[in-house]
């Protein structure tokens, strides 16, 4: 069983930034971030294996910026430009996740508790 802590989270203004981490407690082949407003279904935001194969949904695209030390077993989501529309706890997970499908929560054996992100206009 693999823990994952994720902080970072903060309430910043519309164009602010945001850190995420996420520190687990052993290495996982894939990891991912994963938001999901009130009322809404948890969606996929970013995910890796390798620098090279980061995905994101497109919402995000050009904006978010997903890393990870394998050193220190701990994942990022660096949030720039951030929107109302971004608002929602974000999740970090881990598991052993093709490419294909680094954005499909169901895909992941493990999560951590969340950290909320609020964005006020």
């Known amino acids: 069983q693999v823990q994952l802590v994720e902080s970072g989270g903060g309430s910043v203004q519309s164009g602010g930034s945001l850190r995420l981490s996420c520190a687990a407690s052993?290495?996982?082949?894939?990891m991912g971030w994963f938001r999901q407003a009130p009322g809404k279904e948890r969606e996929g935001v970013a995910g890796?294996?390798?620098?090279?194969?980061?995905t994101y949904v497109d919402s995000v695209r050009g904006r978010f910026t997903i890393s990870r030390d394998n050193a220190k077993n701990t994942l990022y989501l660096q949030m720039n430009s951030l929107k109302p529309e971004d608002a929602a706890m974000y999740y970090c997970?881990?598991?052993?996740?093709?490419?294909?499908?680094?954005?499909?929560?169901?895909?992941?054996?493990?999560w951590g508790q969340g950290t909320r992100v609020t964005v006020s206009s």
């Open positions: 997970a881990g598991g052993n996740v093709p490419r294909q499908v680094l954005l499909r929560a169901q895909k992941y054996a493990y």
């Open positions: 052993a290495y996982t082949l894939s």
């Open positions: 890796i294996i390798t620098d090279d194969t980061a």
